[in-house]
C-alpha cells in the first residue's frame, strides 16, 4: 500500500490550496471562509517522482468551544493516526498563532513523524515570518506557496525519507495490501436532500465514524471518496453535500458543495439516491433522479428512517406511485425501504445496488437481439405512417453504462409514434431483465449495415 501523508494545521493556512496542488485537480473546496474542509478527503498525490495516498483534513481547533468544533478535531486526529506521516501546515503570513503552537504540541505526543511547512510565502516578509516556526520543536520548516507552486521541490526533499521508510515497512510486514482500483470498482455516489442521513450511512457501511454527522445542516461540503468493500465487491464510496432547490442556494460556498455533489453524481456508475421516508420523493428528489437519469446513471431510492412510518405499507405503495409518475425517464427504479439507525435492510440495499449495476452493465450477444427484434415486431408490428409501414431490419448495442441499443429500420425514429417505441423498450427490458436500468433506443433510417457484407460472404 503507498504510503500515507495527513495535512494537519488550524483552520484557513491552505491544507485545500496544497492537497488540490498535490493530487492535480480541484478535489477540495477553497474558500477564504475558516472551516470549509469538514471531512478529511483523500487523493493520490504525486511530487515530482513521490506517489502518496494524501488526506485533507479540517482545520484543527482541539480546545474548540463548541460541540462542532470538537468532532472536528477529533476526525482530523483520526486521519492522523491512519497516515504514516503529519504535514504540519502553518500560516507565514500571519506568523505563528498560540493554536499553532497548541497543535504543535499535540503533534509532539503523537509519536508520529511530522513534516513542518510554512506556507503563503511569497515574499520575503513571509520568508522571516516563517522563521518563527523553528521555535515550535519540529525541526527546520520548509518554505513553500501551495497557491504559486514554490518550494515544491524543497517539499519533496523534506517527505521523501519518511515515505522510503513507510513504504519499506509496508513491503516487510504485509499485511497493508493495497485494494484493487481495476474497472470492476462500483462507484457508488450517495445523494439527496440535506439531513436524509447520507453521511450516516455511509458511516454505518464502514463500521466507523469515518464522516461528521449531526443535527446540524450543511455538515457535509465536499464530495468525499473513500475505498470499501462488500461481500467480494470493490466500492468508492461518495457522501456528497446536500442538494437543495436551486432558488435556496444562495451563499457561495454552498454554491460549489452543490456543483461539487453534481459533478458525484456525473462520474458515478450507481446513484443512491436517499430520501426521508416521512416526506418522500418531494420535487427536489425528483430533480435529483431526473439528473441522474439524465446522464445515463444506474438508480436506486433508499427510503432511510422506514423506523419512524406510522403506515409502511401506505407510505411504500405512495413512494411507487410517485416513483411511476415522476420520473419522466424510468418509472421502474428499485426503492429499498431502510433505516440507517436500526440497520434495517443496508445488507438488502447493497444487493440491490449490485444487481442494478450488473444489469446496467449488460451486453445482450447480437443474436439474441435480433430474435428479440423478430418476435416483438411480428406480435405487434409498427403501425403505418403515410400509408408505409415502417420495417425496422436489425438490432445490435452499441455500448453499456448504459445499454444502447442501435434499430435499423427503413425510416427516421421520428415517424414511429411514441408509444410504439415505449412498447419497444418496455418488451426489451423485460426480456432482458433490464429493469430499473436507463436504457437507449436509437433509430438509423436507412439499410442494415450487415446485409451486404453477408450476401458478399454467400
Avoid at 491544507?15 to 477553497?30: E, I, P
Avoid at 506568523?95 to 513534516?115: C, M, S
Wanted: charged share 30%.
Amino acid at each position: 500500500m503507498s504510503p500515507t501523508v495527513a495535512i494537519i494545521g488550524r483552520p484557513n493556512v491552505g491544507k485545500s490550496t496544497l492537497f488540490n496542488r498535490l493530487v492535480g485537480r480541484r478535489r477540495a473546496l477553497v474558500d477564504d471562509t475558516p472551516g470549509v474542509t469538514r471531512d478529511r478527503l483523500e487523493g493520490r498525490a504525486r511530487l515530482f517522482d513521490l506517489e502518496f495516498r494524501l488526506l485533507d483534513t479540517a482545520g484543527l481547533e482541539p480546545e474548540g468551544r463548541d460541540t462542532l468544533a470538537r468532532r472536528l478535531a477529533a476526525q482530523s486526529l483520526k486521519a492522523l493516526e491512519e497516515a504514516d506521516l503529519g504535514l504540519f501546515l502553518v500560516d507565514a503570513r500571519s506568523g505563528l498563532t498560540p493554536l499553532d503552537e497548541e497543535i504543535a504540541h499535540l503533534l509532539r505526543q503523537q509519536r508520529k513523524p511530522v513534516v513542518l511547512a510554512a506556507n503563503k510565502c511569497e515574499g520575503r516578509r513571509a520568508e522571516a515570518l516563517a522563521l518563527e516556526a523553528f521555535a515550535l520543536g519540529l525541526g527546520e520548516p520548509v518554505l513553500l506557496s501551495a497557491e504559486h507552486g514554490l518550494g515544491l521541490d524543497e517539499l519533496a526533499e523534506a517527505l521523501r525519507p519518511h515515505l522510503e521508510a513507510a513504504a519499506a515497512a509496508s513491503v516487510q510486514d504485509g499485511s497493508r495490501a493495497e485494494g484493487p482500483d481495476g474497472s470492476s470498482t462500483i462507484r457508488l455516489a450517495v445523494v439527496g436532500r440535506p439531513n436524509t442521513g447520507k453521511s450516516s450511512l455511509v458511516n454505518r457501511l464502514l463500521g466507523e465514524e469515518r464522516l461528521l454527522t449531526g443535527p446540524e445542516p450543511g455538515l457535509t461540503r465536499d464530495a468525499v471518496d473513500l475505498r470499501w468493500s462488500w461481500q467480494g465487491r470493490d466500492f468508492t464510496l461518495v457522501d456528497t453535500a446536500g442538494l437543495r432547490k436551486r432558488a435556496r442556494i444562495g451563499e457561495r460556498l454552498e454554491r460549489a458543495s452543490a456543483s461539487a455533489a453534481v459533478r458525484a453524481i456525473h462520474r458515478a456508475d450507481v446513484v443512491l439516491l436517499m430520501l426521508d421516508a416521512t416526506a418522500a420523493l418531494e420535487k427536489q428528489d425528483t430533480v435529483i433522479a431526473n439528473l441522474a437519469l439524465e446522464q445515463g446513471k444506474a438508480l436506486v431510492l433508499a427510503a432511510n428512517k422506514w423506523d419512524l412510518v406510522e403506515n409502511p405499507r401506505e407510505c411504500l405503495a405512495e413512494i411507487r406511485h410517485r416513483v411511476t409518475h415522476r420520473l419522466g425517464q424510468i418509472g421502474d427504479v428499485p426503492v429499498v425501504t431502510i433505516s440507517v439507525r436500526t440497520g434495517r435492510n443496508l445488507d438488502r440495499l447493497m444487493k440491490t445496488v449490485c444487481e442494478v449495476f450488473d444489469r446496467w452493465s449488460r451486453r445482450i450477444p447480437t443474436g439474441q437481439l435480433n430474435r428479440w427484434l423478430a418476435e416483438v415486431v411480428a406480435r405487434h408490428p409498427p403501425p403505418m405512417t403515410g400509408g408505409r409501414r415502417s420495417k425496422i431490419r436489425y438490432a445490435t448495442q452499441v455500448t453499456t453504462q448504459p445499454p444502447e441499443i442501435l434499430l435499423f429500420s427503413n425510416r427516421p425514429a421520428r415517424e414511429l409514434p411514441a408509444s410504439y417505441r415505449r412498447y419497444l423498450l418496455r418488451d426489451l427490458k423485460n426480456r432482458f431483465d433490464l429493469v430499473g436500468v436507463p436504457v437507449r433506443l436509437e433509430f438509423r433510417a436507412g439499410e442494415n449495415p450487415y446485409a451486404r457484407g453477408a450476401a458478399g460472404a454467400g
